[in-house]
């Protein structure tokens, strides 16, 4: 049997952030050594206090939880998405309390301890805005060389965005932090709203975590709720996109991209209306996308198979 590889997760705990959480959890081709906070969806504090609560539940308490970045590389924190995850993040569920605390160093140190701890072979996905990221990179340049590789889930390639016209949440959160990681010297598979929004969990689903009768799975039931009644007016039902659980399960290999060509991507980090944008070269659509020479960045276009059924094989064991 092949060791778990070392994975840390960078992310903003977030309702599709607990699912993502979770289904690493569950997942015995990785190891979670770590996880980072950043605010995007709540306040990277509170980001912090959700992941411990979870891991609590998921009896992973030994996990270090370290808090990033309060506000982006530039400007300030937005203030978060209340009426997508909850004043709380977690949907308003008030999850039993861990008691626990998080780490004393920053995220982008506890990133920079866990690449020396690991060298070579660390693993990293980030399902938050990129600051944490950009910062462990300004801190210190060769962390490459010690990562194995990155997974973000962030942007639309062919997708509008989410929350400007071209713009997606976590990289228009703060697009600084967004070019600096997709421009640094390392491999990043991006898995963009176009994959993200094309996966969904169905109140089936929900219902089957509510019914569990496991530690964690009915708690991320009731968590979805409020994310389901967001996502209706989108699909015409009760539901929700699977963004940041698609992001980690294509870096665990639980689903595969299909087509996902390395192409050069660049993030507008203007203040015009293209902001936020993630700007790739997708020219080679009607050549079967072949990978552009030199091109670091993997954008995800499509995936062998839904990811629910193999994600609710997962969560249901918790
Ligand atoms: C991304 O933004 C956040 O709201 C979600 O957690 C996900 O990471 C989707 O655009
Ligand atoms: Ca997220």
Known sequence: MTTPAPLYLDCDTGVDDSLALAYLLASPEIRLVGVGTVSGNVDARRAATNTLDLLALGRRDDVPVAVGAHD??????????????????VGDVVLPSSGGAP??????????????????????????????LALALRA?????????????????????????????????????????????????????????????LEETDRKALLEAGTALAPRLGE??????????????????????????????GGVTPTVAPRVPVVVDATDGPGRGQTVCDLRGRYAGYPDVPGARTRVVLATDAPLAPHLMER????
């Open 140 to 200: 210190d340049p060769t962390l490459p060389e010690r990562v194995l590789d990155v997974t973000v889930m962030g942007g639309a390639a062919l997708h509008p965005g989410n929350v400007s016209p071209v713009g997606e949440a976590n990289i228009a959160c703060d697009p600084e932090a967004a070019a600096e990681v997709l421009a640094a010297d390392w491999d990043v598979t991006l898995v963009p709203l176009d994959v993200t929004m094309a996966n969904l």
């Open 103 to 132: 780490e004393a160093v920053s995220a982008a140190e506890l990133l920079l301890r866990l690449s020396d701890e690991h060298a070579g072979r660390l693993r990293v996905v980030a399902v938050g805005p990129l600051t944490n």
């Open 223 to 252: 968590v979805l709720d409020l994310y389901f009644g967001f996502h209706a007016p989108t699909f015409g039902r009760r539901c929700s996109a699977l963004h940041d659980p698609l992001a980690a399960a294509v870096a665990v």
């Open 72 to 89: 982006p590389l530039r400007g300030v924190y937005g203030g978060g998405a209340p009426g997508v995850h909850g004043r709380n993040g």
């Open 315 to 318: 969560l249901l064991t918790l």
